[in-house]
């Protein structure tokens, strides 16, 4: 099982990014996905999950109305689009996939992009 992260990149406060993560897994449409983030000097924390079929999505607070996450069963991806960055946004962004909730614990992990947002 591989999962693969990309998008991640360089923009300015009020900009807006959108990651990928495609997953090698023959029944991706059974995990539920989530999406995490690590800032330097942080521990990780969880951003964003979805359900299988899509239809239930949950956000950590401080993305909440920013950020919204989506996935594509059919191309075995889920997205994370990121609007309004802040600078507090600046980690690295990990995706992974589970089978138990939305916060975890999750099975695999992806391998990470980084985000940064200047000021």
């Known amino acids: 099982v591989q999962l693969q992260a990309f998008g991640g990149g360089l923009v300015q406060a009020g900009g807006s990014l959108r990651l990928s993560c495609e997953a090698s897994?023959?029944?991706?449409?059974?995990?539920?996905m989530g999406w995490f983030r690590q800032a330097p000097g942080k521990e990780r924390e969880f951003v964003a999950g979805?359900?299988?079929?899509?239809?239930?999505?949950g956000y950590a607070d401080s993305v909440k109305g920013r950020f919204t996450t989506s996935r594509d069963n059919a191309k075995n991806t889920v997205y994370l689009q990121m609007n309004s960055l802040e600078p507090e946004d600046t980690a690295v962004y990990y995706c992974?996939?589970?089978?138990?909730?939305?916060?975890?614990?999750?099975?695999?992990w992806g391998q990470g992009t980084l985000v940064t947002v200047s000021s």
């Open positions: 979805i359900l299988w079929s899509g239809g239930t999505t």
């Open positions: 897994i023959r029944t991706f449409s059974r995990h539920i």
């Open positions: 992974a996939a589970g089978r138990v909730g939305m916060k975890g614990p999750y099975d695999y």
